[in-house]
C-alpha cells in the first residue's frame, strides 16, 4: 500500500513563499506519475502540477505557472511544489497524489491518481 504525508503548509502573507513536501512509502516510487491539487472551501479538487516518473517533464495549471515549481527526488522518494509569489486565490488545502497508469493525458485528471495524501492547509492572506 502506498502511503503520501504531505507537510510544509501554513499562514504567509501575499508574496511570500512556501515549499510543500510530500513523502511517499510503499510501492515503487518511480512508477508513480506525482501531482498536486489543491481544494477551496465549497470547490471541486484542481490540479496544480504533475511531474512526470523520471523527472523529465512537469505540467502546470495556468493559474500556478511560473509561480510554482514541481520537483521530485527519486532517491529519497519526494515530491516538492515550491510556491512563489503567493496570492490570497492560492488558499486551500493542497493534496499529494501518486500514479502508476497515467498517461501524458491524464496528469490533470483526479480521477486518474490512485493514492492521495491527507492534505495540508495554505493560507494566502492579503
Known amino acids: 500500500q502506498v502511503q503520501l504525508v504531505e507537510s510544509g503548509g501554513g499562514l504567509v502573507q501575499a508574496g511570500d513563499s512556501l515549499r510543500l513536501s510530500c513523502a511517499v512509502s510503499?510501492?515503487?516510487?518511480?512508477?508513480?506519475?506525482m501531482g498536486w491539487f489543491r481544494q477551496a472551501p465549497g470547490k471541486e479538487r484542481d490540479f496544480v502540477a504533475a511531474?512526470?516518473?523520471?523527472?523529465?517533464?512537469?505540467y502546470y495549471s495556468d493559474s500556478v505557472k511560473g509561480r510554482f515549481t514541481i520537483s521530485r527526488d527519486n532517491a529519497k522518494n519526494m515530491v516538492f511544489l515550491q510556491m512563489d509569489s503567493l496570492k490570497p486565490e492560492d488558499t486551500a488545502v493542497y493534496y499529494c497524489a501518486a500514479g502508476a497508469h497515467l498517461g501524458s493525458t491524464d496528469y490533470f485528471n483526479p480521477r486518474r491518481y490512485d493514492y492521495w495524501g491527507q492534505g495540508t492547509q495554505v493560507t494566502v492572506s492579503s
Open positions: 510503499g510501492g515503487t516510487f518511480i512508477n508513480n506519475v
Open positions: 511531474v512526470s516518473r523520471g523527472a523529465l517533464r512537469t
